[in-house]
């Protein structure tokens, strides 16, 4: 049997002459199975042309040589170990983690959003969703905005208080502002003045400013839409109640009374005599103080 070595594959031999070599082993192989006792005076003699064909009849016996060539696969190359490997996978899964619950999230804060319009219509409330302008600073901004138009009346035939310059705010706000003059204001004021309240006069509810208009304080809670003016109170009978004071007692008590119930709907209310700032309307807001929802600023 003669091998094929095809174009010299085995360069450990040194130069190309397998042919000269495959039959030596094959005679060499056929010495060590029919005389193994001959196989170290055999190997003197060869010298290292022995340890050769030794080397190829161990071959021989594994693969055979006439065997089909194996085409060779190679095996693709481990990706560089890097340093800080370790610690930068640990963001990666984290950042998925945070990927795969933001959705929910936002689900989340949907439904929540939709629930306060909702609520806002049950009660009869009218409004709009407005288009909000770019704000000059970032922190300007109001979770889901409501321009409002009028609140339906409680008591007796009154059928709706307007708000004539449709205040923007956010929906948590009208929500509680609305609340606050349809069960409040405009039954209180019927039963002191004898007639129905008609509008209230406002300012425009949303600004992107600081608190009074500085530039050094924080940020105002009207930039959130948190807060709202109010410069006074129109009647069905054609009067107006101002915020200012103007003499009327009997309005004045009114009002006394008003600004000082809003003290228990929201956390800031501040009115003339508070500062120079709030001379001429009622200032109201739901910006927090300290670390409890019960604190008040009432002034």
Not at 150 to 162: D, K, N, P, W, Y
Not at 190 to 217: F, H, I, K
Request: aromatic share 4%.
């Amino acid at each position: 049997m003669r091998a094929q070595v095809a174009g010299c594959a085995a360069p450990r031999f040194g130069h190309c002459n397998g042919g000269r070599h495959m039959e030596f082993a094959n005679v060499f192989l056929s010495q060590v199975i029919h005389q193994p006792i001959k196989l170290q005076s055999a190997m003197r003699r060869s010298g290292h042309l022995a340890v050769a064909a030794m080397g190829l009849a161990v071959g021989m016996i594994v693969v055979p040589l006439n065997a089909a060539p194996r085409r060779l696969v190679p095996v693709p190359r481990p990706p560089p170990v890097t340093l800080g490997a370790r610690s930068s996978a640990t963001p990666a899964v984290a950042s998925q983690s945070r990927d795969q619950k933001q959705p929910s999230q936002t689900d989340n804060a949907a439904r929540d959003d939709e629930a306060c319009l909702a609520r806002l219509r049950a009660a009869d409330v009218r409004f709009d969703i407005p288009t909000m302008p770019v704000a000059s600073k970032a922190a300007c901004t109001i979770e889901v905005p409501v321009r409002l138009k009028s609140v339906a009346g409680q008591e007796r035939g009154i059928t709706e208080v307007h708000l004539p310059e449709e205040p923007v705010v956010s929906c948590l706000f009208a929500e509680r502002l609305t609340a606050w003059l349809g069960n409040l204001v405009a039954p209180l004021i019927a039963g002191r003045m004898s007639t129905d309240l008609r509008a209230v006069r406002t300012g425009p509810g949303y600004e992107c400013r600081n608190r009074n208009g500085a530039t050094n304080t924080k940020l105002s809670a009207h930039a959130e839409g948190k807060a709202i003016d109010i410069s006074g109170f129109e009647l069905s009978s054609g009067k107006f109640i101002p915020i200012k004071p103007d003499g009327d007692e009997t309005m004045r008590n009114v009002l006394d009374t008003v600004r000082t119930a809003a003290c228990g709907w929201f956390t800031t209310v501040l009115g003339p005599g508070a500062d120079a700032a709030h001379t001429d309307h009622l200032h109201i807001d739901m910006a927090p103080h300290g670390t409890s929802d019960r604190c008040r600023i009432c002034q």
